[in-house]
C-alpha cells in the first residue's frame, strides 16, 4: 500500500505520508534533508506538542482527538508537520477523514488547488487545521448529550456501580480531550512568532484568527464540560451516600426493634416455674401478643420522633 501522496502546484508542494514508519520517515530524511532529531519524534510513542524552528523549515507536533464508537473513549492521535514557504509535509496515522478529504480536494479539483496553493504553504496548512479543529465539534457536542443523559438519569432507580462508571468514562474522556487540545494555542502562537517573515503569515491573518477564535470556542467548551462532570459526579457521591445511609438505617431500626424481642423471647424460655404464662395453654399467643405489641409500640416511637 503506498503511504506517500504528493501535490504539486506553481513550485508548491504537498506530502502527505500517512504511515509514521521509520522506512517512510527515513525516505522523507533523504529527500528533504530533515534534522534527524525531529524523524525521530515523528515515531510512536507520541510527543508533547510543540514548534521547533530549524535550519530551512520549522517542525510542528500536534494532537487531535478521535472518539472511539467501540469503547466510546476517547483517545488521540498526532500530525508531524515539516512547513517551509515552498513545501509542507505532514506525517500521520491517516485516521483523521478529514485530512484525507482535503488532501483528495486538492488532488482532483484543480480550482481548490488554485485557492489554496498560493503565496505560501501556511494557506493550505492553516485550512488544513481548520477543518481538523472543526472535526472536534461533533465529538464535543456527543459528550454533552451523554452529560444530559447521566443529569437524566441521576435521580431515576438505576445502577449505582452503572452510573458511577458513565460518569468515570465522562471525566476520562473530558481530561484526554483537554490534553490533546491545550498545546494548540501555544504552537500556533510560537509559530506566528517565529515564522512571520519568510511564511508571510500577516497575509492569512483572517486564517489564524479563525483558528484562535475555533480554539477558544473549543477550550471554552472542555471548561464548562469539566464543570458540569464534576458537579454530577459529586451529585452521584452524595446520592449513593443518601441511599447508603437510607439502608443502614433500615439495618439499624431491625436491630433496635428485634434485640429487645430476642431477649424477651429467650426470658420466656427458660421455663421456670415462675415464669408467666408458660403454664397457661394460651400461653404461646399471650406472650406473641406482648412481643407484637412490644414491636408496635418501639416502631410508633421512631415514628414519632422522625427516625422513619
Known amino acids: 500500500m503506498k503511504h506517500f501522496h504528493e501535490i504539486e502546484q506553481k513550485g508548491l508542494l504537498w506530502v502527505n505520508v500517512t504511515k509514521q514508519g521509520e522506512k517512510e520517515l527515513e525516505e522523507l530524511g533523504d529527500r528533504f534533508h530533515f534534522d534527524k532529531v525531529d524523524l525521530n519524534e515523528c515515531l510512536p510513542p507520541f510527543q508533547r506538542p510543540k514548534m521547533v524552528k530549524r535550519a530551512g523549515y520549522y517542525f510542528l507536533v500536534l494532537h487531535f482527538p478521535l472518539f472511539d464508537r467501540g469503547s466510546r473513549?476517547?483517545?488521540?492521535?498526532?500530525?508531524?508537520?515539516?512547513?517551509?514557504?515552498?513545501?509542507?509535509?505532514?506525517v500521520h496515522d491517516g485516521q483523521l477523514p478529514p485530512m484525507r478529504q482535503f488532501f483528495e480536494e486538492c488532488s482532483a479539483r484543480p480550482e481548490v488547488r488554485a485557492q489554496f496553493f498560493?503565496?505560501?504553504?501556511?494557506?493550505?496548512?492553516?485550512?488544513?487545521?481548520?477543518?481538523?479543529?472543526?472535526?472536534?465539534?461533533?465529538?464535543l457536542l456527543h459528550i454533552n448529550e451523554d452529560i444530559n443523559a447521566v443529569d437524566q438519569k441521576l435521580f431515576t432507580e438505576t445502577s449505582d456501580r452503572a452510573m458511577a462508571g458513565e460518569i468515570?468514562?465522562?471525566?476520562?474522556?473530558?481530561?484526554?480531550?483537554?490534553?490533546?487540545?491545550?498545546g494548540h494555542r501555544s504552537v500556533l502562537e510560537r509559530l506566528l512568532m517565529n515564522g512571520d517573515k519568510d511564511l508571510m503569515l500577516g497575509s492569512y491573518q483572517p486564517n489564524f484568527n479563525a483558528l484562535r477564535e475555533a480554539e477558544t470556542e473549543i477550550w471554552h467548551t472542555l471548561e464548562s464540560q469539566k464543570e458540569s462532570i464534576y458537579a454530577l459526579h459529586e451529585t452521584n457521591e452524595s446520592v449513593l451516600s443518601y441511599r447508603s445511609n437510607e439502608v443502614m438505617k433500615f439495618f439499624t431500626i431491625i436491630s433496635v426493634v428485634t434485640l429487645p424481642l430476642t431477649l424477651m423471647a429467650s426470658l420466656f424460655a427458660i421455663h421456670a416455674p415462675s415464669t408467666p404464662f408458660v403454664e397457661n395453654p394460651s400461653g404461646f399467643w399471650i406472650i406473641f401478643g406482648i412481643i407484637f405489641l412490644i414491636a408496635i409500640a418501639m416502631l410508633a416511637v421512631f415514628k414519632k420522633r422522625k427516625w422513619m
Open 73 to 90: 473513549r476517547v483517545r488521540f492521535t498526532e500530525i508531524d508537520i515539516f512547513l517551509n514557504p515552498n513545501f509542507l509535509v505532514t
Open 118 to 139: 498560493s503565496g505560501t504553504m501556511a494557506q493550505p496548512l492553516f485550512e488544513l487545521l481548520s477543518r481538523l479543529l472543526d472535526s472536534v465539534m461533533p465529538s
Open 168 to 182: 468515570l468514562r465522562l471525566k476520562t474522556n473530558i481530561v484526554t480531550f483537554r490534553r490533546t487540545m491545550q
